[in-house]
């Protein structure tokens, strides 16, 4: 008797439709070609609005597509950052949060996008985003922040870890280099890394966390351009600019995140003058691979509130 599997199947983790929505580019920006993804909209409607997002530090692109997925009346655009994924490192001039936040803005001249534009920054991306923003008033409609660095990496609970990773990041850079990016680029560290940071409890979830992390986190130019992003992401944070983002700013917060912790949120939405604070129960600072639906419909209630 032929055996029949009724056990049901893992739920698809992208939409048979994102494929259609995809399409890469690459434009010449500081003597480099940045490479960009685009994500167009299934079908435009009223409320379809271009979305600019910036990963995380040592993320690329890849990262938030699950966000993409999840909103398909939306068209995003998502370029690696210099010095990340496809796109090269600066040719001249350290990798600092105010050159990543010039980067922003020529991205976006690049490409025509205006002030009616959403910009988006997860983590690292949230504190290059949100200096953008501050030093450049009026160049988007909407600011939204998904695990932002609220609070100093080098203060409180986390600042040992945080001295301890920059002790990591400055060895890597300085020993030979075969040693050093052996050291950076260890699977070994990276699982530990991804182990620590999911939170979700469905194993096929995890697994593909943990591949995501394996397959793109070690995808960077080089190490000193590496560190330099590095001390930028730990040396600042949303919050020294907070009150000067005066257009309307949506928090996206992990009930459990220990690198940008609850606490520190609400601290830094009492500092905003046009900010909101949606949290995520049961996870911690990977929202974008494990709870991009609910985040998706944050997202969307959002703009919906503050339609142009």
Same mark, same amino acid.
């Given at each position: 008797?032929?055996?029949?599997?009724?056990?049901?199947?893992?739920?698809?983790?992208?939409?048979?439709?994102?494929?259609?929505?995809?399409?890469?580019?690459?434009?010449? @920006?500081?003597?480099?070609?940045?490479?960009?993804?685009?994500?167009?909209?299934?079908?435009?409607?009223?409320?379809?609005?271009? =979305?600019?997002?910036? &990963?995380?530090?040592?993320?690329?692109?890849?990262? @938030? @597509?699950?966000?993409?997925? %999840?909103?398909p !009346?939306?068209?995003?655009?998502?370029?690696?950052?210099?010095?990340?994924?496809?796109s090269?490192? /600066?040719?001249?001039? !350290?990798?600092? #949060?105010?050159r990543?936040?010039? /980067? =922003?803005?020529?991205?976006?001249?690049?490409?025509?996008?205006?002030?009616?534009?959403?910009?988006?920054?997860?983590?690292?991306?949230?504190?290059?985003?949100?200096?953008?923003?501050a030093?450049?008033?009026?160049?988007?409609?909407?600011?939204?922040?998904?695990?932002? =660095? +609220?609070?100093? +990496?080098? !203060?409180?609970?986390?600042?040992?870890?945080?001295?301890?990773?920059?002790?990591?990041?400055?060895?890597?850079?300085?020993?030979?280099?075969?040693?050093?990016?052996?050291?950076?680029?260890? %699977?070994?560290?990276?699982? #530990?890394?991804?182990?620590?940071?999911?939170?979700?409890?469905?194993?096929?979830?995890?697994?593909? #966390? &943990?591949? %995501?992390?394996?397959?793109?986190?070690?995808?960077?130019?080089?190490?000193?351009?590496?560190?330099?992003? /590095?001390?930028?992401?730990a040396?600042?944070?949303?919050? !020294?600019?907070?009150?000067?983002? *005066?257009?309307? #700013? @949506?928090?996206?917060?992990?009930?459990?995140?220990?690198?940008? *912790?609850?606490?520190? %949120? &609400?601290?830094?939405?009492?500092?905003?003058?046009?900010?909101?604070?949606?949290?995520?129960?049961?996870?911690?600072h990977?929202?974008?691979?494990? *709870?991009?639906?609910?985040?998706?419909?944050?997202?969307?209630? /959002?703009?919906?509130? &503050?339609?142009?």
């Amino acid at each position: 008797m032929e055996h029949v599997d009724t056990a049901p199947s893992p739920t698809p983790l992208f939409s048979a439709e994102l494929p259609a929505r995809t399409r890469a580019a690459a434009v010449d @920006l500081d003597g480099g070609a940045v490479a960009y993804w685009s994500y167009e909209p299934v079908r435009v409607t009223p409320g379809t609005r271009t =979305i600019l997002v910036i &990963h995380g530090f040592r993320g690329d692109h890849h990262g @938030l @597509l699950r966000v993409a997925d %999840q909103l398909p !009346e939306m068209r995003l655009i998502m370029p690696d950052l210099p010095g990340f994924g496809s796109s090269p490192a /600066f040719s001249g001039g !350290e990798h600092s #949060v105010g050159r990543y936040a010039d /980067f =922003i803005g020529d991205f976006m001249a690049a490409l025509g996008l205006g002030a009616e534009t959403v910009l988006l920054g997860h983590s690292f991306g949230s504190i290059v985003a949100s200096h953008f923003v501050a030093a450049n008033p009026g160049a988007v409609a909407e600011l939204i922040l998904v695990n932002p =660095i +609220a609070a100093p +990496a080098l !203060e409180g609970p986390k600042g040992l870890m945080t001295k301890l990773a920059v002790l990591y990041y400055e060895a890597a850079a300085r020993l030979p280099r075969r040693i050093g990016l052996a050291l950076l680029r260890s %699977q070994l560290i990276v699982r #530990v890394m991804s182990e620590a940071m999911a939170k979700t409890r469905d194993k096929d979830l995890r697994r593909f #966390v &943990h591949a %995501q992390h394996s397959a793109y986190f070690s995808a960077f130019a080089d190490r000193d351009s590496l560190l330099e992003a /590095f001390k930028a992401s730990a040396g600042s944070n949303v919050s !020294e600019v907070a009150r000067r983002l *005066t257009l309307p #700013v @949506l928090l996206i917060a992990g009930e459990k995140d220990e690198i940008a *912790t609850l606490p520190d %949120q &609400h601290k830094l939405l009492a500092l905003l003058p046009d900010g909101s604070l949606d949290v995520i129960p049961g996870v911690g600072h990977l929202i974008h691979y494990e *709870t991009p639906e609910p985040a998706a419909a944050f997202i969307r209630r /959002f703009l919906k509130d &503050h339609a142009a």
